[in-house]
């Protein structure tokens, strides 16, 4: 069974620095498509930024330069850097995985499992 927990949510100023921090089941990072998600309040889960099986990288434009996803596999861990924070930054977001086969498409309701969130709040 796969168990996500994210952690590294706050409040900061516009302009300010996260970083958010999946600790995943074993043996999950290296066999799954993973990827970060943010949620508003009204609105359906949108990917942030999505590191593959091979490691290939995608972002979502709003996210593009300012955040860097990373993974561990050996420790099973998912970063995510978050810089340059903008108020639209803000949201619940989740770490999530899926053993779908792994393209910058992934739909969210195609990750199979997902962290309880971390809020981010931008201000």
């Known amino acids: 069974h796969v168990q996500l927990v994210e952690s590294g949510g706050g409040s900061v100023q516009v302009g300010g620095s996260l970083r958010l921090s999946c600790v995943a089941s074993v043996d999950t990072i290296g066999r799954h498509c993973m990827g970060w998600f943010r949620q508003v309040p009204g609105k359906e889960r949108e990917m942030v930024a999505q590191?593959?099986?091979?490691?290939?990288?995608h972002y979502d434009s709003t996210a593009e330069g300012r955040f860097t996803i990373s993974k561990d596999a050996a420790k099973d861990t998912l970063d995510l850097r978050m810089t340059s924070l903008k108020p639209e930054d803000s949201g619940m977001y989740y770490c999530?995985?899926?053993?779908?086969?792994?393209?910058?498409?992934?739909?969210?309701?195609?990750?199979?499992?997902w962290g309880q969130g971390t809020q981010v709040t931008v201000s």
């Open positions: 590191v593959q099986d091979d490691g290939a990288k």
């Open positions: 999530a995985a899926s053993r779908n086969y792994c393209y910058s498409g992934l739909m969210y309701y195609e990750y199979n499992y």
